[in-house]
């Protein structure tokens, strides 16, 4: 599955707290399969950095390739498969989850998913730090770690938000020149749902936050000023 919506993540993140148990850097071989592979007994986060792989998990298809963000639960099968021509390269955080509030709700650590950055380089720039003092043996370091991945985990819901803000205007576009083109049609916010896939709530909520009425109030202001021109 693929998490779409910023709130997800940031509820999962503020309500546990996520003890790194390991950082590295990863290179696998092009055309080279794994069928049956088990994950560790930790939950994890895969970064490409480069190349192609495809994964499966519980049935569930990943195409693995820098700009996306891959998650996995403990003790998941996987079966993968390193596709073209270049090796492919990822960096593997693993980590276990430690519940902050009692009542806490959202725990994803034993789930699959997808998150997909529009800004991957700021995050792959964080990434290389981690795996550097990850590596290193002074104590100092353990602290930088948390320090960059707390903000890796905010530049990801970060950059969420800004990637369904720029969906958001563009789904409405597409809606208002469909209005445009066809407001002398039968048309109407139930149609203009199914026409492009979306739910009515959803047009609702892109009106009235970018344009400040309903869509209903919209087409029929739209359909009173465009008979006007007629008359005039």
């Known amino acids: 599955m693929e998490i779409r919506t910023p709130e997800v993540l940031l509820q999962y993140f503020s309500n546990y707290y996520m003890r790194i148990e390991s950082i590295t850097k990863e290179v696998r071989k092009p055309k080279v ?16 950095i480069q190349g192609q792989a495809i994964f499966h998990f519980n049935e569930s298809s990943y195409d693995l390739k ?4 891959v998650h996995a639960g403990p003790h998941m099968r996987n ?12 960096i593997l955080v693993l980590y276990k989850t430690l519940k902050i509030k009692d009542d ?17 380089m700021r995050i792959f720039e964080n990434l290389n730090k981690l795996v550097h003092y990850w590596q290193s043996p002074v104590p100092y370091y353990s602290l930088r770690i948390q320090e960059i991945w707390f903000n890796t985990l905010n530049l990801m819901v970060s950059f969420m938000e800004k990637s369904g803000q720029s969906k958001n205007k563009q789904m409405l576009e597409q809606i208002l020149d ?55």
């Open 33 to 48: 399969k794994s069928i049956g592979w088990m994950n560790s007994e930790y939950s994890g986060f895969i970064f490409p």
């Open 79 to 90: 079966d993968r498969e390193v596709v073209g021509d270049e090796d492919w390269v990822y």
């Open 104 to 120: 806490a709700e959202g725990d994803l650590s034993k789930k699959h998913f997808q998150i997909s950055s529009i800004e991957y």
């Open 178 to 232: 469909d209005i445009h083109e066809n407001y002398e049609t039968p048309l109407s916010v139930s149609v203009l749902a199914e026409r492009h896939q979306i739910n009515v709530n959803q047009i609702a909520y892109l009106f009235q936050k970018h344009l400040s009425m309903p869509p209903g109030e919209y087409l029929n202001h739209y359909r009173l000023n465009q008979a006007k021109k007629l008359l005039t």
């Open 66 to 69: 820098p700009g996306v963000i």
